[in-house]
């Protein structure tokens, strides 16, 4: 069983019983902070305060922040270079894609992607069972971008991400901006969700509350 848990913006906790992965670990933005959190790895997208936050998180984790194929505890994990603007990060600089594999699934999280990323990127990532991807726009690619991405990958499961919500103060769009471009979506109201094989069965783009 793989178990996700959301504490808003970009931090993730996916896990299984024996590997635990946190993406993204904020500073105070608003949102709760965890202080009991720990990892066998963290993948941050970025070295910004609000994604590099890795002291947040107990453990003695691995870091991956920078692009390159990595094997930790058994888990394949694959970064790739794109942009947090859409300028080739002469605004905003570098951005990682955090593609990883857990339990026959295949993730990919994409960080503060700042642009659409090309057909041959697309290609070179391959197959995605699960999408985490930015969709407030500003700092990030806006929803419709966002969707154009996620047809494009055609995963079985996104997940929005970096989003305004009632807690966070930054110039962004709210989910609605992404949802009403699809048809499928599913709300858990929890921060938590459990994935199981018959999650698998059909597409669908869940949200869920933040902590």
């Known amino acids: 069983m793989i178990r996700l848990k959301w504490f ?3 931090m993730w906790k996916i896990s299984n019983d024996n590997v635990s992965i946190i993406t993204d670990p904020f500073t105070d933005i608003g949102y709760k902070m965890p202080t009991t959190e720990t990892a066998d790895i963290i993948l941050s997208s970025h070295d910004h305060f609000d994604h590099n936050n890795f002291e947040l998180i107990g453990g003695n984790p691995e ?3 920078i692009e390159g194929k990595f094997n930790i505890s058994g888990i394949n994990i694959q970064t790739f270079q794109t942009f947090h603007d859409e300028t080739k990060g002469s605004e905003r600089g570098d951005n990682l894609l955090m593609k990883f594999e857990l339990d026959g699934r295949t993730f990919l999280h994409c960080g503060d ?3 659409m ?4 990127l697309i290609e070179e990532i391959g197959d995605i069972d699960v ?11 806006d929803a419709k971008t966002a969707k154009s991405i996620a047809d494009k990958i055609d995963p079985t499961i996104v997940f929005p991400m970096h989003y305004k919500t009632d ?10 901006e992404y949802l009403k471009l699809v048809d499928d979506n599913y709300h858990q109201n929890s921060n938590q969700i ?3 094989e018959d999650d698998f069965s059909s597409n669908q783009t869940i949200t869920l509350n933040y902590e």
């Open 63 to 65: 870091i991956i922040k």
């Open 167 to 176: 807690v966070l103060d930054f110039p962004i769009k709210p989910v609605e």
């Open 117 to 120: 990323i090309s057909d041959e």
């Open 194 to 196: 459990e994935l199981a």
């Open 8 to 10: 808003g913006h970009s």
């Open 113 to 115: 992607l700042g642009h």
């Open 131 to 141: 999408l985490m991807i930015p969709i407030g726009g500003h700092y990030t690619i």
